[in-house]
Protein backbone atom coordinates (compact mmCIF):
# COMPACT_ATOMS: atom_id res chain seq x y z
CA UNK A 1 0.00 0.00 0.00
CA UNK A 2 1.64 3.24 -0.95
CA UNK A 3 2.26 5.80 1.96
CA UNK A 4 -0.60 8.20 1.01
CA UNK A 5 -3.43 5.25 0.96
CA UNK A 6 -1.72 3.83 4.49
CA UNK A 7 -1.78 7.39 5.98
CA UNK A 8 -5.92 8.04 5.75
CA UNK A 9 -6.80 4.77 6.18
CA UNK A 10 -5.12 4.74 9.55
CA UNK A 11 -6.72 8.20 10.14
CA UNK A 12 -10.08 6.53 8.71
CA UNK A 13 -9.35 3.52 11.33
CA UNK A 14 -8.69 5.69 14.30
CA UNK A 15 -12.07 7.44 13.72
CA UNK A 16 -13.69 4.11 14.81
CA UNK A 17 -11.99 4.07 18.38
CA UNK A 18 -13.63 6.05 21.35
CA UNK A 19 -13.04 7.47 24.53
CA UNK A 20 -15.10 4.71 26.72
CA UNK A 21 -16.38 7.48 29.38
CA UNK A 22 -17.45 10.33 26.59
CA UNK A 23 -18.34 7.68 23.45
CA UNK A 24 -17.29 9.81 20.74
CA UNK A 25 -14.42 9.31 18.03
CA UNK A 26 -10.70 10.14 19.32
CA UNK A 27 -9.89 11.82 15.84
CA UNK A 28 -13.53 14.09 16.96
CA UNK A 29 -12.28 14.98 20.51
CA UNK A 30 -8.25 15.73 19.40
CA UNK A 31 -7.11 13.42 20.72
CA UNK A 32 -4.65 11.97 18.01
CA UNK A 33 -1.34 14.46 18.50
CA UNK A 34 -0.01 13.00 15.17
CA UNK A 35 0.00 10.10 12.47
CA UNK A 36 2.80 9.39 10.74
CA UNK A 37 3.00 6.27 7.99
CA UNK A 38 6.08 5.46 5.99
CA UNK A 39 6.97 2.10 4.23
CA UNK A 40 4.23 -0.07 6.72
CA UNK A 41 5.03 1.98 10.03
CA UNK A 42 2.46 4.10 11.50
CA UNK A 43 3.47 6.07 14.64
CA UNK A 44 0.77 7.07 16.36
CA UNK A 45 1.09 9.91 19.30
CA UNK A 46 -2.38 10.65 21.71
CA UNK A 47 -3.12 13.66 24.07
CA UNK A 48 -5.11 13.48 26.87
CA UNK A 49 -7.01 16.72 28.53
CA UNK A 50 -4.73 16.06 32.09
CA UNK A 51 -1.85 14.26 32.49
CA UNK A 52 -4.47 12.59 35.69
CA UNK A 53 -6.85 10.93 33.26
CA UNK A 54 -7.70 7.51 34.60
CA UNK A 55 -5.30 5.54 33.40
CA UNK A 56 -7.64 2.67 32.72
CA UNK A 57 -9.05 4.97 29.87
CA UNK A 58 -6.24 5.84 28.62
CA UNK A 59 -4.89 2.55 28.20
CA UNK A 60 -8.08 1.32 26.69
CA UNK A 61 -7.98 3.95 23.93
CA UNK A 62 -4.30 3.55 23.40
CA UNK A 63 -4.84 -0.50 23.23
CA UNK A 64 -8.04 -0.17 20.38
CA UNK A 65 -6.13 2.48 18.26
CA UNK A 66 -3.31 0.30 18.24
CA UNK A 67 -5.67 -3.04 17.62
CA UNK A 68 -7.68 -0.55 14.78
CA UNK A 69 -3.98 0.34 12.90
CA UNK A 70 -2.65 -3.34 13.38
CA UNK A 71 -5.95 -4.60 11.36
CA UNK A 72 -5.04 -2.40 8.33
CA UNK A 73 -3.38 -3.87 5.31
CA UNK A 74 -0.14 -2.93 4.42
CA UNK A 75 0.59 -2.06 8.25
CA UNK A 76 3.88 -3.97 9.04
CA UNK A 77 4.56 -2.36 12.90
CA UNK A 78 2.40 0.04 14.75
CA UNK A 79 3.32 2.28 17.47
CA UNK A 80 1.04 3.85 19.68
CA UNK A 81 2.32 6.42 22.49
CA UNK A 82 0.17 8.38 24.89
CA UNK A 83 2.17 11.63 25.48
CA UNK A 84 2.53 13.49 28.85
CA UNK A 85 0.38 11.43 31.38
CA UNK A 86 1.87 10.38 34.30
CA UNK A 87 1.44 6.43 33.35
CA UNK A 88 3.04 7.29 30.04
CA UNK A 89 6.17 5.42 30.25
CA UNK A 90 4.27 2.33 32.02
CA UNK A 91 1.58 2.28 29.15
CA UNK A 92 3.70 2.86 26.47
CA UNK A 93 6.05 -0.31 27.45
CA UNK A 94 2.86 -2.41 27.88
CA UNK A 95 1.75 -0.97 24.10
CA UNK A 96 5.19 -1.84 22.68
CA UNK A 97 5.39 -5.48 24.93
CA UNK A 98 1.82 -6.41 23.49
CA UNK A 99 1.63 -7.34 27.65
CA UNK A 100 -2.09 -6.26 28.07
CA UNK A 101 -4.32 -4.99 30.27
CA UNK A 102 -2.89 -7.21 33.17
CA UNK A 103 0.52 -7.04 32.13
CA UNK A 104 0.99 -3.54 31.93
CA UNK A 105 -0.80 -2.64 35.56
CA UNK A 106 -0.29 -6.19 37.16
CA UNK A 107 -2.36 -5.94 40.98
CA UNK A 108 -3.64 -2.63 39.74
CA UNK A 109 -5.82 -3.85 36.85
CA UNK A 110 -8.72 -4.12 39.01
CA UNK A 111 -10.92 -5.29 36.28
CA UNK A 112 -10.61 -7.20 33.43
CA UNK A 113 -10.41 -4.93 30.19
CA UNK A 114 -13.62 -5.94 28.46
CA UNK A 115 -15.31 -6.07 31.92
CA UNK A 116 -14.28 -2.12 31.67
CA UNK A 117 -15.27 -2.23 28.08
CA UNK A 118 -18.68 -3.73 28.98
CA UNK A 119 -19.72 -1.11 31.60
CA UNK A 120 -19.10 1.53 28.98
CA UNK A 121 -20.79 0.03 26.32
CA UNK A 122 -23.88 -0.11 28.27
CA UNK A 123 -23.30 3.56 29.75
CA UNK A 124 -23.25 4.60 26.06
CA UNK A 125 -26.59 2.81 24.83
CA UNK A 126 -28.16 3.96 27.71
CA UNK A 127 -27.35 7.66 27.11
CA UNK A 128 -28.02 6.89 22.97
CA UNK A 129 -31.67 5.41 23.50
CA UNK A 130 -32.48 8.39 25.54
CA UNK A 131 -31.56 11.14 22.74
CA UNK A 132 -33.55 8.73 20.21
CA UNK A 133 -36.65 8.23 22.51
CA UNK A 134 -36.74 12.41 23.41
CA UNK A 135 -36.51 13.09 20.08
CA UNK A 136 -39.57 11.12 18.84
CA UNK A 137 -41.42 12.26 22.43
CA UNK A 138 -40.57 16.03 21.01
CA UNK A 139 -41.57 15.15 17.28
CA UNK A 140 -44.90 13.45 18.80
CA UNK A 141 -46.48 15.68 20.97
CA UNK A 142 -49.18 13.01 21.56
CA UNK A 143 -46.83 10.35 22.69
CA UNK A 144 -47.02 10.01 26.61
CA UNK A 145 -43.87 8.73 28.07
CA UNK A 146 -45.46 5.65 29.87
CA UNK A 147 -46.18 4.54 25.94
CA UNK A 148 -42.46 4.23 24.91
CA UNK A 149 -42.86 0.84 25.71
CA UNK A 150 -44.92 0.27 22.87
CA UNK A 151 -42.51 2.05 20.69
CA UNK A 152 -39.93 -0.28 18.28
CA UNK A 153 -36.72 0.68 16.30
CA UNK A 154 -38.86 0.41 13.20
CA UNK A 155 -40.90 3.87 14.74
CA UNK A 156 -37.49 5.59 14.84
CA UNK A 157 -36.80 8.32 12.44
CA UNK A 158 -33.64 7.85 10.24
CA UNK A 159 -31.31 10.01 12.07
CA UNK A 160 -28.30 9.87 13.72
CA UNK A 161 -29.42 9.96 16.70
CA UNK A 162 -31.38 6.70 16.01
CA UNK A 163 -28.48 4.88 14.03
CA UNK A 164 -26.08 5.67 16.57
CA UNK A 165 -28.47 3.81 19.46
CA UNK A 166 -28.53 1.00 16.69
CA UNK A 167 -24.77 0.85 16.58
CA UNK A 168 -24.60 0.86 20.37
CA UNK A 169 -27.26 -2.33 20.31
CA UNK A 170 -25.14 -4.12 18.22
CA UNK A 171 -22.14 -3.07 20.76
CA UNK A 172 -23.88 -4.85 23.27
CA UNK A 173 -25.35 -7.67 21.10
CA UNK A 174 -28.80 -6.60 21.26
CA UNK A 175 -31.39 -6.95 18.19
CA UNK A 176 -31.27 -4.03 16.21
CA UNK A 177 -34.76 -5.77 14.02
CA UNK A 178 -37.26 -3.05 13.19
CA UNK A 179 -39.50 -5.11 15.19
CA UNK A 180 -37.16 -4.51 18.70
CA UNK A 181 -38.73 -2.56 21.68
CA UNK A 182 -36.71 0.64 21.51
CA UNK A 183 -36.79 1.15 25.32
CA UNK A 184 -34.67 -1.60 26.89
CA UNK A 185 -32.27 -2.41 29.70
CA UNK A 186 -28.90 -3.83 29.02
CA UNK A 187 -30.10 -7.21 28.70
CA UNK A 188 -32.68 -5.95 26.15
CA UNK A 189 -35.62 -7.20 28.33
CA UNK A 190 -38.27 -4.15 28.09
CA UNK A 191 -39.80 -2.05 31.60
CA UNK A 192 -43.00 -2.21 33.14
CA UNK A 193 -45.34 0.72 32.05
CA UNK A 194 -45.29 2.13 35.39
CA UNK A 195 -41.15 2.02 35.43
CA UNK A 196 -40.65 3.85 32.20
CA UNK A 197 -40.82 7.61 33.58
CA UNK A 198 -38.47 6.50 35.97
CA UNK A 199 -36.29 4.87 33.80
CA UNK A 200 -36.18 7.40 31.02
CA UNK A 201 -35.10 9.61 33.89
CA UNK A 202 -31.93 7.77 34.81
CA UNK A 203 -31.00 7.16 31.32
CA UNK A 204 -31.84 11.16 30.84
CA UNK A 205 -29.13 11.16 33.59
CA UNK A 206 -26.55 9.43 31.85
CA UNK A 207 -26.87 11.43 28.72
CA UNK A 208 -26.49 14.26 30.44
CA UNK A 209 -23.13 13.38 32.73
CA UNK A 210 -21.69 11.82 29.28
CA UNK A 211 -22.38 15.13 27.35
CA UNK A 212 -21.18 16.95 29.84
CA UNK A 213 -17.97 15.37 30.61
CA UNK A 214 -17.51 15.49 27.36
CA UNK A 215 -17.82 19.31 26.81
CA UNK A 216 -15.75 19.71 30.42
CA UNK A 217 -12.84 17.22 28.52
CA UNK A 218 -12.33 19.76 24.82
CA UNK A 219 -12.45 22.59 27.07
CA UNK A 220 -9.57 21.17 28.57
CA UNK A 221 -7.35 19.51 25.70
CA UNK A 222 -7.93 23.39 24.43
CA UNK A 223 -6.22 25.04 27.22
CA UNK A 224 -3.56 22.33 27.08
CA UNK A 225 -2.95 22.07 23.78
CA UNK A 226 -4.20 25.25 22.04
CA UNK A 227 -3.39 23.61 18.82
CA UNK A 228 -5.99 20.74 19.54
CA UNK A 229 -8.76 23.18 18.84
CA UNK A 230 -8.72 22.93 14.96
CA UNK A 231 -8.77 18.83 14.98
CA UNK A 232 -11.74 18.97 16.95
CA UNK A 233 -15.19 18.21 15.62
CA UNK A 234 -18.58 20.04 16.33
CA UNK A 235 -20.51 18.15 18.60
CA UNK A 236 -24.57 17.63 18.03
CA UNK A 237 -27.23 17.38 20.29
CA UNK A 238 -29.87 14.84 19.25
CA UNK A 239 -31.68 17.34 16.76
CA UNK A 240 -28.61 18.44 14.97
CA UNK A 241 -27.71 21.23 16.83
CA UNK A 242 -23.93 22.10 18.14
CA UNK A 243 -23.94 22.17 21.64
CA UNK A 244 -20.02 22.51 21.36
CA UNK A 245 -18.26 25.35 19.81
CA UNK A 246 -15.60 23.76 17.97
CA UNK A 247 -13.95 25.43 14.87
CA UNK A 248 -14.82 24.19 11.37
CA UNK A 249 -11.05 23.63 10.48
CA UNK A 250 -11.43 20.10 11.91
CA UNK A 251 -8.39 17.77 11.76
CA UNK A 252 -6.38 20.35 9.75
CA UNK A 253 -3.25 19.70 12.13
CA UNK A 254 -3.60 15.75 11.98
CA UNK A 255 -4.11 15.85 8.12
CA UNK A 256 -0.66 18.17 8.19
CA UNK A 257 0.95 16.12 10.23
CA UNK A 258 0.66 12.78 8.53
CA UNK A 259 1.10 14.52 4.87
Not at 143 to 171: K, N, S, Y
Not at 207 to 229: K, V
Not at 232 to 248: I, T
Request: net charge negative.
Amino acid sequence: MWAAQLRAAALCALDAVYDPELDEPITDLGFVRSLTADDGRITVHLRLPTSFCSPNFAYLMASDAKDALTALPGAREVTVLLDDHHDSDLINRGLAADAGYRGTFGHEAERDLEELRGIFRRKAHTAAMERALTALLRARPDLAEERLGEVVLGDLPDTAATRALLRRRAALGLGTGRTEPALVDDDGRPFPPEEIPLRLRFARSVRISIDGNAHFCRGLLRTRYPDSAADQAPRSCDEGNPVDAAPAAHRTTIRENIA
